[in-house]
């Protein structure tokens, strides 16, 4: 690679990072219900005009996101929805409602894109009971097992595609201009990567908002409900339709276009929410542009010597595989560089990695990478030099290319995965309030919240939930127990007071001293049953 040629790439992702830098805003990631007007299971005279929720942050509620049902599970709201702060969302209720009991579904976006959900139910005048499976069923709407499955998979190759053309280009930039296959993987690319980033819009809608796929394809729909992903999915779709337009007319401007559409997957996810905000921008950016050169030069590589092979002249094989050798050695460093200082950002202590779902699915992605880089490690000391030097090797060295495009494609799905998890960090309570989830009982699960999980004063926050996401309030009583093992301090026992329907609060100074803390919450489910749940709580200094 030329020294112009490396300052035209160093200087365009340093343009691409600045401008996403400059269009992000801060956010907090997870937002929780703090309550509801009318709460749940109240009894209220006259039908109110409206529902309202408030949450502990600012989230966005897509189309029809407040539902209202009678008892028949037919709707009886608006549509309309409620205007107000950035922290509470509603729908206005139709005229004249008659006596009897209602259902409200909710869902909203939380600043990370991630989606909250739940369910409630009030009376006007003296209601019916509602059927548990009506709730069920309303709360839950259409299976979305099989969406969720679609939109991972859709993700994935959506990342796969960008990844793959922005590594063509990088090949055709560092190692041969000419290189057909290149061109051939540039367009081929960007051709999924276009289909599976549109189909992704109305597959995200459809989990956002649970109205079905055929109100997720409205344009109305798409964009009251799409928000951060829609960013995204636009600069994508700029970035992918300059590519195929540049691949006959202009070659010179693939690259560019290719970075801007790899660019789009700087605004979904984590790296909006996590801090420090700068090194998570700019490590996720590097770490993308190595691992597309990575990725791309690989798959380029494993067909250029399988062309070497059937033609039986090894000389351009062997002057691409050097050539390539230099690339991927940098584009190594910047992906254990760059993967390094985000792990740091989501994960901040060894502990976590085996405590969270995002902790031990990153290890799974750290040992797939580790296997492709010992490949990668042996290709170049041993395959490398008997390949350039003409002593054989081309066909081992076309099957570990193989074995580490597949890996790195694994590593790319379990990364799907990953940015749709808490960081292991937030919920550790590393970087702010502790918050889990736990299950009580087959049909109850109990939310438990350390906020702001510093020593000293600490809310302590216990919700009761059950199957269909409804605030469970109807056990006989609940009790705190908070012990210190290791300094042999307490258990101290607690009554928390009832704070809304299904949530209790202890607001004290009992966790002042650091550490690792155990809360037992005790839920006498009635007279005979209770049921004691340990939570181990690290509270930070």
């Known amino acids: 690679m030329t020294r112009s040629a490396v300052a035209r790439i160093g200087a365009l992702g340093i343009l691409v990072g600045l ?39 600012g989230v966005m509620a897509p189309t029809a996101g407040v539902r209202v049902f009678d008892a028949a599970g037919d709707r009886v709201d608006t549509g309309d929805p409620v205007v107000g702060d950035d ?15 209602y259902v409200v579904t909710w ?40 969406v969720e499955a679609l939109a991972w998979f859709l993700r994935v190759v959506t990342y796969v595609s960008v990844l793959l053309v922005v590594g063509a280009g990088m090949w055709r930039v560092a190692v041969r201009s000419d290189e057909p296959i290149a061109a051939t993987l540039v367009r081929r690319g960007a051709t999924v990567g276009l289909v599976s980033s549109l189909l992704l819009v109305p597959v995200t809608v459809e989990v956002v908002t649970g109205l079905g796929l055929g109100q997720a394809v409205r344009p109305d729909v798409i964009l009251e409900s799409i928000g951060q992903p829609g960013v995204a999915a636009l600069i994508r779709t700029v970035g992918l339709v300059g590519v195929l337009g540049a691949i006959t007319r202009a070659r010179r401007a693939v690259l560019p276009f290719a970075l801007l ?30 691992a597309a050169t ?48 985000m792990a740091w950002a989501l994960v901040r202590e060894p502990r976590t990695l085996t405590s969270t779902d995002f902790g031990v699915a990153l290890l799974i992605k750290v040992t797939i990478v580790g296997l492709v880089i010992v490949a990668a490690a042996y290709n170049n000391r041993v395959l490398v030099p008997a390949v350039t030097t003409g002593r054989g090797g081309m066909a081992q060295l076309s099957r570990t290319v193989r074995f580490e495009v597949v890996g790195l494609v694994l590593a790319i799905a379990v990364t799907g995965v990953l940015a749709q998890l808490r960081p292991a960090s937030d919920e550790a309570g590393i970087t702010g309030a502790f918050q889990t989830t736990v299950a009580v009982t087959e049909e109850l699960s109990m939310d438990v919240i350390v906020d702001p999980n510093r020593a000293g004063a600490n809310e302590i926050h216990v919700y009761l939930v059950d199957a269909t996401g409804r605030p469970v309030s109807n056990v006989d009583d609940v009790r705190l127990r908070l012990e210190q093992p290791e300094r042999q301090i307490g258990p101290i026992e607690r009554d928390p007071i009832v704070a809304g329907p299904g949530h209790w609060q202890l607001t004290g ?14 839920v006498g489910i009635d007279r005979f049953d209770e049921r004691t749940v340990t939570v181990p709580v690290v509270v930070n200094p």
């Open 19 to 57: 401008a996403v830098v400059l269009l992000a805003t801060p956010a907090r990631a997870h937002a929780s219900l703090l309550s509801t007007t009318p709460a749940d299971g109240q009894v209220v005279v006259e039908a109110p005009a409206q529902i309202t929720l408030r949450f502990n942050e």
């Open 509 to 522: 100074r009992e966790l002042s001293i650091p550490g690792t803390w155990e809360i037992r919450v005790i």
């Open 107 to 146: 869902r909203a976006t939380s600043a990370d894109g991630h989606l909250v959900r739940g369910a409630f139910v009030f009376s006007v005048g003296l209601g019916d009971e509602v059927d548990d499976a009506l709730v069920a069923r309303l709360f839950r709407g259409d299976d979305t097992a099989v």
């Open 87 to 101: 922290e509470s969302i509603g729908v206005a209720l139709a005229a004249d409602l008659p006596d009897g009991t």
């Open 294 to 341: 990575w990725l791309g030069g690989l798959a380029i590589l494993g067909a250029v010597l399988r062309r070497e092979r059937a033609t039986e002249d090894p000389a351009d094989a062997a002057a691409d595989v050097g050539a390539f050798s230099r690339l991927a050695t940098w584009s190594l460093v910047g992906v254990l560089a760059a993967g390094s200082a």
């Open 261 to 290: 559409a790899l660019g789009s997957f700087l605004f979904d996810g984590h790296t909006r929410t996590q801090d420090p905000a700068w090194v998570m921008w700019v490590a996720d950016a590097v770490h993308l542009v190595a």
